[in-house]
């Protein structure tokens, strides 16, 4: 007989949404969280779409600490001069309000907070050493050489799953696959974000932004999300050309980015808060782990189910509707007492008609494409100039758009080949 | 008969939560949780060394509000028997004075006590007051600023770190010993521990139960008043950057505001 049903190492989105699920449904659970209190070691925040969030917690727009919802959407490239956007807002966000801005510390805090109330036992403070492993079968973990057992173990560990690599459950990612992420929060006034971006009292802007103006060819994307007084902004960046270029730190692309012209005046006055970088898996389909096995399953980022386009990072959603399979597919366990492989497949049955997996199989491929020269040179320098060239007046006669458009990519240091095949390769991934 | 320890610990924010600034390099402090205060972390170390090595009892008192539940739970984690949080509105606003009162009357209520360990002083306040006043109610011995504390046949041996050598004391029990911030290694809290913690629980003490007339403890127990309070400004600073490739200007110019004087002058 285990001590718990399940064991749950980690309590960031994934971790708190299965031990939920789990523990509502009356289950013994153990969650445990390194931070003291769960949230404290997962700085900034992000956007949070928290659809799935309904099937374990139906309040939590109501008791959630959600900053604000995205009412504002805006997708930019950014040369070193100019700012070229698609700003796209929508009355249509106040009803359905699936996009929050939230901090981690307090939602985090918030989620395993309602682990505990359904009834898991959440430890926090304490650092889970290894897996407790007999026959082949993940029978608990490890802690301060004391084995706790558990009939199935979740590892919920995020972007760097130590337990999970040590015991052989998943390989260290590959360069390819990952992308480092810088982020700050900025604090300002509530009334000066909502003047800046253009906002009433619950309304949030998400901006996403493409740095093309970033010197020795190192790709990078940015993003800046308003919260009630406080600014979450940040870069990712790819890790091949950052090594490739080897002089350029990943703090000098942040600093960049804040100072641009365009952005520097929406954080100007604000005092930084908070600062971390990471490591972000952003690894495609062929590249996930086996996400289950004998007594044990991966959810959230520990599995691989974060996805990025090179300027956002989505991964908060896939954590929580991951980790609600896993609960699922533990309570059917549970009924049958059958914790083998073959019985948590079943979670994999689950994940296979979800978004976690169907995007990253949908898009395949769809960074090496993000990370191009076309999207990263090509294109913002190509729309800079002939915007450049049809929105002045320079008392000159007007040219046609084509002639504008080809004079631009000419321009360009791409080929035209380049271009065309760049430009098909992106069209089939979207 | 099992010697009996009672070490008084108590939450605190944590002052080491400081991000530092990687671009301004300047210290800030963000989002304050709570922590237990770090002397008193070695407070509980150094009796958990002496049940070591003879198998006493710890018991862990602390006065504050319910939040403190957490330090509670982690000094059980660490290897204390028992966990005694008094806490009520009446306690409140409570200055040193109070604060000793009320301990030393929860812990005449514990009964036995052989050893009381206090840390030398908290961060947040930093009065070093409680401890001693907790000794002085109970009228007993005390050894204060202990870098090592041992036992042995009914006396505490302390050791004070003087400026020209070491002090050691031998006081026969009961004693009070308050002990210094990073005297020792204080031991972690296991998963296996804690996980019994959380099952078992601990205490909470009303003032019926500690039993002080609500005119004695908190605000209205307390004789300091505070005057005033002053903030101190931070200077703001002009966020220059220097080349420091070249650092001739840099001279010329700290020379120039006459923060750099020539050999001659
Ligand atoms: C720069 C950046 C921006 C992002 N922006 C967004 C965004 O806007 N929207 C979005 O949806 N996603 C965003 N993401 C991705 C998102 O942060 C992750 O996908 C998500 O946090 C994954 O959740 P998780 O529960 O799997 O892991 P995590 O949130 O990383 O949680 C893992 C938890 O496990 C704990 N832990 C780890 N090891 C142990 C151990 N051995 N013992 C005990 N505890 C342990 C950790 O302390 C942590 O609390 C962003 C990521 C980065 C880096
Ligand atoms: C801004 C501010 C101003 C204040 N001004 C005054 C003032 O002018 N005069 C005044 O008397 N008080 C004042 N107080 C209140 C007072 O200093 C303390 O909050 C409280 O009385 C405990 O004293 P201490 O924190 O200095 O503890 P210390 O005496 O420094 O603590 C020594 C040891 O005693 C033990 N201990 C202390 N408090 C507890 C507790 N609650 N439970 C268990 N063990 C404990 C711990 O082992 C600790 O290491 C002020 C507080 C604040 C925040």
């Known amino acids: ?430 | 008969m099992a010697v009996e320890i009672i070490v008084m610990v108590k939450q605190v924010p944590d002052s080491q939560e400081v991000v530092i600034d990687p671009v301004t390099m300047n210290l800030n402090r963000s989002m304050t949780r709570n922590v237990t205060n770090r002397a008193d972390e070695n407070a509980l170390e150094a009796a958990l060394s002496i049940k070591d090595k003879i198998g006493a009892n710890v018991t862990v008192i602390s006065m504050g509000p319910p939040q403190a539940e957490t330090t509670m739970i982690e000094c059980l984690a660490r290897g204390a028997d028992r966990a005694i949080l008094v806490s009520d509105r009446f306690f409140g606003g409570a200055d040193t004075y109070p604060t000793g009162l009320t301990l030393a009357a929860t812990i005449s209520k514990i009964g036995k006590y052989d050893i009381i360990i206090a840390g030398e002083e908290s961060s947040d306040s930093s009065t070093g007051h409680v401890g001693p006043g907790v000794a002085e109610f109970l009228d007993i011995d005390q050894i204060t600023y202990a870098s090592n504390v041992d036992y042995e046949d009914g006396y505490v041996i302390g050791e004070r770190e003087l400026e020209d050598g070491t002090e050691v004391v031998k006081v026969p029990t009961p004693v009070l010993v308050t002990v210094l911030l990073n005297s020792n290694d204080p031991r972690r809290q296991t998963l296996r521990r804690k996980i019994d913690a959380i099952r078992k629980g601990f205490e909470v003490w009303n003032i019926e139960k500690v039993g002080l007339p609500p005119e004695w403890v908190g605000v209205r127990g307390s004789p300091t008043i505070v005057r005033r309070m002053r903030s101190i400004k931070e200077k703001e600073r002009a966020g220059k950057k220097y080349d420091l490739t070249n650092l001739g200007e840099l001279v010329k110019e700290l020379y120039e505001k006459k923060v750099l004087k020539m050999e001659e002058e």
């Open chain 1, 1 to 430: 007989m285990s001590e718990f049903d399940a064991i749950v190492v980690g309590a960031g989105p994934a971790g708190s949404s299965a031990a939920i699920k789990m523990a509502s449904q009356g289950l013994k659970v153990l969650l445990v969280e390194r931070g003291e209190p769960p949230g404290s070691k997962n700085v900034s925040g992000g956007i949070l779409w928290g659809k799935d969030l309904d099937a374990i917690l139906p309040d939590w727009e109501k008791t959630a600490p959600l900053e604000r919802y995205v009412e504002r959407k805006v997708t930019s490239f950014l040369t070193k001069d100019s700012e070229i956007s698609i700003d796209f807002k929508t009355k249509k966000f106040e009803q359905t309000k699936t996009g929050y801005s939230v901090l981690r510390t307090k939602f985090d805090q918030y989620l395993a907070k309602r682990a505990s109330q359904a009834g898991a036992m959440v430890v926090s403070g304490i650092t889970v050493d290894g897996l407790a492993i007999k026959d082949g079968r993940v029978i608990g973990v490890i802690n301060e050489g004391d084995t706790i057992t558990g009939d199935c173990v979740i590892l919920a560990e995020g972007p760097n799953p130590r337990v999970a690599m040590a015991a052989g459950l998943r390989s260290k990612p590959e360069d390819t696959d990952v992308a480092i992420g810088v982020k700050q929060v900025y604090k300002l006034s509530e009334a000066a974000i909502n003047e800046r971006f253009n906002l009433r009292q619950n309304s949030g802007f998400a901006g996403e932004y493409v740095l093309s103006y970033l010197e020795n060819d190192i790709f990078a994307g940015g993003f800046l999300y308003t919260n009630k007084d406080t600014i979450s902004m940040g870069v990712v960046i790819n890790i091949e050309t950052l090594r490739r270029d080897g002089r350029t730190h990943s703090y000098d692309i942040m600093e960049q980015f804040v100072q641009h012209p365009f952005i520097s005046r929406l954080v100007e006055g604000g005092t930084l808060q908070e600062y971390s970088a990471h490591f972000v898996y952003e690894g495609g389909y062929e590249s996930l782990a086996k996400p289950y096995g004998e007594g044990y399953m991966l959810v959230g980022d520990t599995a691989g189910f974060s996805f990025s386009n090179g300027m956002i990072l989505q991964g908060m959603n896939y954590a929580i509707s991951s980790g609600i399979m896993a609960g699922e597919t533990v309570i059917e366990a549970k009924k049958d007492n059958d914790f083998s492989e073959k019985s948590l497949s079943r979670y994999m049955d689950r994940l296979e008609k979800s978004p976690a997996i169907l995007d990253k199989k949908n898009f395949a491929g769809m960074n090496k494409v993000v990370w191009s020269s076309l999207v990263h040179r090509a294109v913002p320098e190509m729309l800079e100039s002939s915007l450049g060239m049809m929105l002045y007046e320079n008392g000159e006669p007007k040219k046609h758009l084509t002639d504008i458009m080809m004079k631009s990519i000419s321009s360009t240091e791409l080929t035209k080949k380049d271009l065309i095949m760049q430009g098909y390769r992106l069209m089939r991934r979207m």
